[in-house]
């Protein structure tokens, strides 16, 4: 008598069950989405933003933290620092990490004559 009872007592609909699982799955994702994905594309592009506005002077620091003025821009992905007195290096833009100060843009020597 009492297996029979609880045998029918676990048959039953699952249109309740789809439902209740569906929830959690959509309000994790919104967690992820407002905590984790949006935040990262903001810093992405603001990134993206600094990079694009790089001259020559601005005073910039790298990934590895090495820092020094712009002396040259390359190309789009190219940027040549000058760390010291007559020491250039060449560094990705994507390397760049922060720009420490921005500068008037330097005039070139060759214009001015």
Same mark, same amino acid.
């Given at each position: 008598?009492?297996?029979?009872?609880?045998?029918?007592?676990?048959?039953?609909?699952?249109?309740?069950?789809?439902?209740?699982? +569906?929830?959690? +799955?959509?309000?994790?994702?919104?967690?992820?989405?407002?905590?984790?994905? @949006?935040?990262? @594309?903001? @810093?992405?592009?603001?990134?993206?933003? +600094?990079? !694009?506005? +790089?001259?020559?002077?601005?005073?910039? *620091?790298?990934?590895?933290?090495?820092?020094?003025?712009?002396?040259?821009? *390359?190309?789009?992905?190219?940027?040549?620092?000058?760390?010291?007195?007559?020491?250039?290096?060449?560094?990705?833009?994507?390397?760049?990490?922060?720009? @420490?100060?921005?500068?008037?843009?330097?005039?070139?020597? !060759?214009?001015?004559?």
């Amino acid at each position: 008598m009492f297996i029979s009872t609880a045998y029918a007592q676990g048959v039953g609909g699952g249109g309740g069950d789809f439902l209740g699982m +569906l929830f959690p +799955l959509v309000m994790i994702m919104a967690i992820f989405w407002f905590l984790l994905i @949006r935040p990262q @594309r903001k @810093r992405m592009q603001e990134h993206q933003t +600094l990079l !694009a506005g +790089l001259r020559r002077g601005d005073a910039v *620091v790298t990934n590895g933290g090495i820092m020094g003025k712009v002396s040259k821009i *390359v190309d789009e992905n190219e940027v040549v620092l000058e760390v010291s007195d007559n020491v250039k290096m060449r560094f990705m833009k994507s390397a760049i990490s922060e720009v @420490r100060s921005k500068t008037e843009p330097v005039k070139d020597s !060759a214009k001015g004559k």
